[in-house]
């Protein structure tokens, strides 16, 4: 007969009962040494600004276990360091993945081209409805059969406002004009192409400031007036000439104020000649000495052509000519003549 194994003697019970017993003793032991444990490294990641390190010791005696959402690697290496290097910390294991930064949405861009016979967009949009959307707002505007969408889908781009009032300005603004871009980007508007007039190109301007919160660039550019015949130059010079007078300082070369605007129209014709030269004549009574009229008359027909030249016309375009009194047009005995006698005048070279 075999012998009763050592679990059947009957004793068995005395081995167990103090193995249970054991088991509290041995979890109030570790408790509180996991607890300091915790505390102390998860003091010095708090301390060295690593919040997002959490601290686990849980039936991990004097082990660590980090967990988190760390912003990079080089924050996993330091906490790691950090909690190895705390009080009572035996070995240290992170289980943590590096935060992805969500890149934001990148601003849409639309780039508006109005011509005599069409409207082509052009830019990224969000998706497919914000396409749909602006194309269907431009045609309201300037009718369905003269939109040509070259709109495309972008990778995280942000939402389009509603541009309904934003084609309203550019259509009631884009006449006298062969061409015409607005390119939308973010919070600013680019105004390109060219336009018959200054005031048209502030009027635009303004416009689409009124329309649009963020900042209106006006690249506008005023067009070329097209060129004026020469002779027809003349013709427009001699009737500002005959309506107005270019006046000097008594005896000087100095150009009065008031003079300034007729000057201007001299130049605003001139540009339009570009081919044209003038001599500028200029012209005295016959009071005084001679010499002196005739340095004089010089020196207020160069006075002329150095203003002219500074508002902005080619010095080439111009010669100055002092005739002093030799080239009357009135009598020198009255004051009404000497009055006439005093005087510029621009006269065709070519």
Request: net charge negative; with cysteine; hydrophobic share 40%.
């Given at each position: 007969?075999?012998?009763?194994?050592?679990?059947?003697?009957?004793?068995?019970?005395?081995?167990?009962?103090?193995?249970?017993?054991?088991?509290?003793?041995?979890?109030?032991?570790?408790?509180?040494?996991?607890?300091?444990?915790a505390a102390?490294?998860?003091?010095?990641?708090?301390?060295?600004?690593?919040?997002?390190?959490?601290?686990?010791?849980?039936?991990?005696?004097?082990?660590?276990?980090?967990?988190?959402?760390?912003?990079?690697?080089?924050?996993?290496?330091?906490a790691?360091?950090?909690?190895?290097?705390?009080?009572?910390?035996?070995?240290?294991?992170?289980?943590?993945?590096?935060?992805?930064?969500?890149?934001?949405?990148?601003?849409?861009?639309?780039?508006?081209?109005?011509?005599?016979?069409s409207?082509?967009?052009?830019?990224?949009?969000?998706?497919?409805?914000?396409?749909?959307?602006?194309?269907?707002?431009?045609?309201?505007?300037?009718?369905?059969?003269?939109?040509?969408?070259?709109?495309?889908?972008?990778?995280?781009?942000?939402?389009?406002?509603?541009?309904?009032?934003?084609?309203?300005?550019?259509?009631?603004?884009?006449?006298?004009?062969?061409?015409?871009?607005?390119?939308?980007?973010?919070?600013?508007?680019?105004?390109?192409g060219?336009?018959?007039s200054?005031?048209?190109?502030?009027?635009?301007?303004?416009t689409?400031?009124?329309?649009?919160?963020?900042?209106?660039?006006?690249?506008?550019?005023?067009?070329?007036?097209?060129?004026?015949?020469?002779?027809?130059?003349?013709?427009?010079?001699?009737?500002?000439?005959?309506?107005?007078?270019?006046?000097?300082?008594?005896?000087?070369?100095?150009?009065?104020?008031?003079?300034?605007?007729?000057?201007?129209?001299?130049?605003?014709i001139?540009?339009?000649?570009?081919?044209?030269?003038?001599?500028?004549?200029?012209?005295?009574?016959?009071?005084g000495?001679?010499?002196?009229?005739?340095?004089?008359?010089?020196?207020?027909?160069?006075?002329?052509?150095?203003?002219?030249?500074?508002?902005?016309?080619?010095?080439?375009?111009?010669?100055?000519?002092?005739?002093?009194?030799?080239?009357?047009?009135?009598?020198?005995?009255?004051?009404?003549?000497?009055?006439?006698?005093?005087?510029?005048?621009?006269?065709?070279?070519?």
């Amino acid at each position: 007969m075999k012998k009763c194994a050592l679990f059947c003697a009957g004793w068995w019970p005395f081995l167990v009962f103090p193995f249970l017993l054991l088991l509290p003793l041995l979890f109030f032991k570790w408790h509180p040494i996991e607890q300091d444990v915790a505390a102390n490294a998860s003091n010095d990641l708090s301390a060295a600004g690593m919040e997002w390190a959490k601290v686990d010791t849980f039936n991990r005696g004097r082990d660590v276990l980090l967990t988190g959402t760390p912003p990079n690697e080089a924050a996993i290496v330091t906490a790691k360091e950090l909690a190895e290097s705390a009080y009572g910390v035996n070995k240290v294991e992170v289980s943590a993945d590096v935060r992805v930064p969500t890149a934001p949405p990148s601003a849409p861009e639309l780039n508006t081209l109005i011509t005599s016979g069409s409207v082509v967009l052009r830019g990224t949009l969000k998706d497919q409805a914000s396409i749909e959307a602006v194309v269907q707002q431009a045609g309201k505007v300037f009718g369905e059969n003269k939109v040509i969408n070259k709109l495309s889908v972008g990778d995280n781009v942000a939402a389009i406002p509603s541009l309904t009032g934003f084609f309203q300005g550019l259509a009631g603004k884009s006449a006298g004009s062969d061409t015409l871009s607005a390119k939308l980007q973010g919070n600013s508007l680019t105004l390109s192409g060219e336009v018959p007039s200054l005031d048209i190109k502030s009027s635009i301007g303004r416009t689409m400031s009124q329309l649009f919160s963020g900042e209106v660039n006006n690249q506008l550019s005023i067009a070329a007036p097209p060129p004026v015949e020469r002779d027809l130059c003349q013709e427009l010079v001699n009737e500002l000439l005959a309506s107005g007078k270019i006046n000097f300082a008594t005896g000087k070369s100095l150009i009065k104020e008031d003079s300034y605007a007729l000057l201007q129209s001299i130049a605003d014709i001139a540009k339009q000649c570009p081919d044209a030269a003038f001599e500028v004549a200029g012209h005295t009574d016959s009071t005084g000495n001679l010499e002196s009229n005739m340095k004089l008359s010089e020196s207020r027909a160069q006075a002329v052509v150095s203003h002219l030249t500074g508002l902005g016309l080619d010095a080439n375009q111009f010669s100055a000519a002092g005739y002093g009194p030799n080239r009357p047009v009135g009598d020198n005995s009255t004051a009404e003549g000497r009055a006439l006698n005093r005087r510029i005048e621009f006269k065709l070279k070519n």
